[in-house]
Nanobody, 119 residues
Framework: QVQLVESGGGLVQAGGSLRLSCAAS????????MGWYRQVPGKHRESVAA???????NYGDSVKGRFTISRDNAKNTVYLQMNSLKPEDTAVYYC?????????????WGQGTQVTVSS
């Protein structure tokens, strides 16, 4: 069983930076990949970034070059460093642990953390 605890959300001015953290506990060796999604009310959840167990990363086009996903295996924690933030980055950000890419019903989701970028 895996549980995710997110932190680091908050309010920041446009152009500023913020770092989100996602600490995993439980059966962490069963996690194949971790990532971040975001969602604005009325819109579908959008993939932001992902990192595999081997360290391969992927980014959504809207954040490429501004956001960086990383992991600290010793702490079982994944980070999302967000730089050059824009008001359109405002959303609820969710951490996800992907247990099996073929069975998304087994994905584990965090509770979400609000990121608000003011203009």
């Amino acid at each position: 069983q895996v549980q995710l605890v997110e932190s680091g959300g908050g309010l920041v001015q446009a152009g500023g930076s913020l770092r989100l953290s996602c600490a995993a506990s439980g059966s962490t060796v069963s996690i194949n990949a971790m990532g971040w999604y975001r969602q604005v009310p009325g819109k579908h959840r959008e993939s932001v970034a992902a990192i595999s167990s081997g360290g391969t990363t992927n980014y959504g086009d809207s954040v490429k070059g501004r956001f960086t996903i990383s992991r600290d295996n010793a702490k079982n924690t994944v980070y999302l460093q967000m730089n050059s933030l824009k008001p359109e980055d405002t959303a609820v950000y969710y951490c996800v642990a992907i247990m099996d890419v073929d069975f998304p019903e087994y994905d584990v989701w965090g509770q979400g953390t609000q990121v608000t970028v003011s203009s």
